[in-house]
């Protein structure tokens, strides 16, 4: 479950990390603890 809800964060682009993002300096990335939360919620839902 951990890893389809971190895939699927990732897929969907939204609540990722600058690293994660096409420009690194995009300002919609997020903290780690917000990407947490995405994946967190995600599992919730499962």
């Given amino acids: ?13 939204k609540n990722v990390t600058y690293d994660m993002k096409a420009d690194r300096n995009d300002p919609a990335a997020v903290g780690t603890s917000q990407m947490a939360d995405a994946i967190i919620e995600k599992i919730n839902r499962s």
């Fill in 1 to 13: 479950m951990l890893e389809n809800a971190v895939a699927a964060v990732i897929a969907e682009g």
